[in-house]
């Protein structure tokens, strides 16, 4: 995706001085029917400029497959476009001296708030058939706050989202509906294993749901 340079450039003077590194742009087809929404790039998608290149990025190729779906196919983003990262002093046991560690963390509201009109210009250029954000930030970047991937999981919903207001700098209710498709992020069975037969049913769910809008049009 190329953004205009105006608008990278507005939300970059935002985060400035954030513990943030790098940029990945979204990436698909144009009008691809599916949108896919995750939080923030990581250490291995910067690298590579891959979008869900690292471990989540294997699970979620996985069951893409199984629901005969492919990445070519599909547009692929995240809520904040940069690597949210902290600091961390360790003492490394081995050598004895104290490392420094870069590792991932979830974005602050006020990041996914600054980086809020890169995905709103994605879903206004794309204009995917159905929106489906993967995880708590990417679900509640959409709806808000009072959402979470337990309880609309595997759910077809057609509601407002939240856009980006200039005048107001906050996320508020757009005046149209959009189709949403919520499912847990691919990293959410490393912590959870349980989930594995859950989130393959609700890939499973969604492509009969992107079957049959085909089989409509």
């Not at 190729?61 to 492919?70: I, P, Q, V």
Request: glycine share 6%; no cysteine.
């Amino acid at each position: 995706m190329d953004y205009p340079t105006t608008l990278v450039e507005a939300v970059s003077q935002k985060v400035h001085g954030h513990n943030l590194e790098g940029f990945l742009s979204g990436q698909g087809p144009k009008h691809a029917p599916l949108m896919l929404i995750g939080e923030a790039p990581g250490a291995t998608e910067i690298k590579t400029s891959i979008p869900f290149s690292g471990r989540s990025g294997k699970k979620l190729d996985s069951w893409l497959a199984e629901a005969g779906l492919e990445r070519k196919e599909i547009y692929i983003t995240s809520a904040v476009r940069s690597r949210p990262f902290t600091i961390k002093k360790q003492l490394n046991k081995r050598t004895g001296i104290i490392e420094t560690k870069y590792p991932n963390r979830t974005p602050t509201k006020n990041e996914v708030v600054a980086f809020a009109p890169l995905l709103d210009y994605e879903i206004k250029t794309i204009q995917p058939k159905i929106l489906v954000p993967m995880g708590n930030v990417g679900l509640q970047r959409l709806l808000g706050h009072s959402y979470r991937i337990s309880a609309y999981h595997g759910k077809l919903l057609h509601l407002p989202i939240l856009t980006y207001a200039k005048e107001k700098n906050q996320l508020v209710a757009s005046s149209d509906l959009y189709t949403l498709f919520p499912i847990y992020h691919p990293a959410a069975v490393f912590y959870n294993q349980k989930l594995e037969a859950i989130i393959q049913h609700d890939w499973l769910l969604l492509a009969k749901i992107i079957k049959k809008n085909r089989q409509n049009n």
